[in-house]
């Protein structure tokens, strides 16, 4: 794991902060510093890092390193060292810090997938301002006998490793991610013929697709296609892995949870489908587990499809139904002969798409 800490060059205490954090980190973690904007943005271009450390605040080089950080997908943790509490905003606040509160620090720290504080008081302070929800006590070892640099540093890698089994969809290469979705779709069929034509080899980050898999609740289907494909899966316990959520998110329930059993025929259980389907990509619930619950509909229940069609234009849901089906063949693999409605990849499905894949991202 490779880490840039970016501080301000003439704060001796968060010197020494970093020395004794890199000193009691171990060789999992690869610390760099960066002091100047000009040294922070060097090191980014020539150096693929996971996570940019900013500590402190109120220095104006941070913004422009985050947003070069950011685009390149790195995730971000902020230290404040107590530069948020009141009174320290009040020294100056009308030509210093409320400019610089717009400009660019309430967002940064906003942005954080977490924050650093060093004891309650603080941590009471950031939940009275509200710009972050994800803040963690980790005391600092330089300024309180209340723990040691060894504790210090485990606490601040084990955070950074909670950072990572985040949203890891985002954190997979292309490998990983064709190796995930040949994985859902020999899952819902149980059948590795599905997948014997296709040239890439069965490769993939292991923990990457465990976490993606348990935080979007498809562990089931994945574990059914490692399985089928007579792959090992490693001991890796996905459920016990913390990991961080966005602001507000709430866990959708199922398709068939939310529409029940008692349909006539199944075209009336695929009209309520593409209801609900409709429902939560207006709520911006929609995620990859209603997809494979979809496919699994489709593949397994025949229904009338030139009837369909009509019942879904006549309710509005043509278009929902078809773009659904783009998505469905994106994700796991259904091809059109299970379709009951033409998939149609149109500008508005493109958005649904991104919608799916952000639904985890801070």
């Given at each position: 794991m490779r880490i840039l800490h970016f501080y301000p060059q003439a704060d001796s205490d968060i010197s020494q902060y970093l020395k004794m954090l890199a000193d009691n980190m171990g060789l999992e973690a690869e610390n760099h510093r960066a002091t100047?904007?000009?040294?922070?943005?060097?090191?980014?271009?020539?150096?693929q890092f996971d996570i940019l450390h900013i500590h402190g605040c109120w220095h104006n080089g941070q913004y422009v390193t985050v947003r070069q950080a950011l685009r390149q997908g790195v995730r971000l943790v902020v230290t404040p060292y107590g530069q948020l509490e009141p009174w320290v905003q009040q020294q100056n606040?009308?030509?210093?810090?409320?400019?610089?509160?717009?400009?660019?620090?309430?967002?940064?720290?906003?942005?954080?997938?977490a924050?650093?504080?060093?004891?309650?008081m603080e941590l009471s302070c950031m939940e009275n301002l509200g710009w972050n929800s994800r803040c963690v006590i980790i005391r600092n070892a330089v300024i309180t006998h209340s723990t040691t640099p060894k504790r210090m540093a485990r606490e601040t890698?084990?955070?950074?490793?909670?950072?990572?089994?985040?949203?890891?969809?985002?954190l997979m290469n292309d490998n990983s991610r064709q190796f995930l979705k040949r994985l859902i779709t020999v899952g819902i069929?149980?059948?590795?013929?599905?997948?014997?034509?296709?040239e890439q080899p069965m490769l993939g980050d292991w923990h990457q697709i465990l976490c993606y898999a348990h935080q979007e609740q498809i562990m089931n289907?994945?574990?059914?296609?490692?399985?089928?494909?007579?792959?090992?899966?490693?001991?890796i316990d996905a459920d016990s892995i913390p990991y961080f959520l966005p602001d507000g998110y709430e866990e959708a329930a199922t398709i068939q949870q939310t529409i029940g059993?008692?349909?006539?025929?199944?075209?009336?259980?695929?009209?309520?489908?593409?209801?609900?389907?409709k429902r939560l990509i207006a709520n911006r619930q929609l995620s990859i587990k209603h997809l494979v619950e979809i496919d699994i509909e489709l593949r397994e229940h025949a229904c009338d499809e030139s009837l369909l069609a009509n019942q879904l234009d006549e309710r509005g849901l043509g278009k929902v139904a078809a773009r659904t089906m783009q998505l469905i063949h994106d994700f796991t693999g259904l091809t059109e002969?299970?379709?009951?409605?033409?998939?149609?990849?149109?500008?508005?499905?493109?958005k649904w798409h991104k919608l799916i894949e952000n639904h985890l991202t801070i």
């Open positions: 100047t904007t000009q040294e922070a943005r060097q090191l980014l271009d020539n150096i606040f009308w030509r210093e810090k409320l400019p610089k509160r717009i400009a660019y620090q309430q967002s940064v720290v906003g942005h954080a997938y924050v650093i504080v060093q004891g309650q890698f084990e955070l950074y490793q909670h950072i990572m089994d985040s949203d890891t969809l985002h069929t149980g059948d590795e013929r599905w997948v014997m034509d296709q289907t994945l574990k059914r296609g490692a399985r089928t494909l007579n792959l090992s899966v490693p001991d059993n008692q349909f006539v025929s199944e075209n009336e259980r695929l009209i309520a489908t593409f209801r609900t389907v002969g299970f379709m009951p409605v033409a998939p149609l990849n149109d500008r508005m499905t493109k």
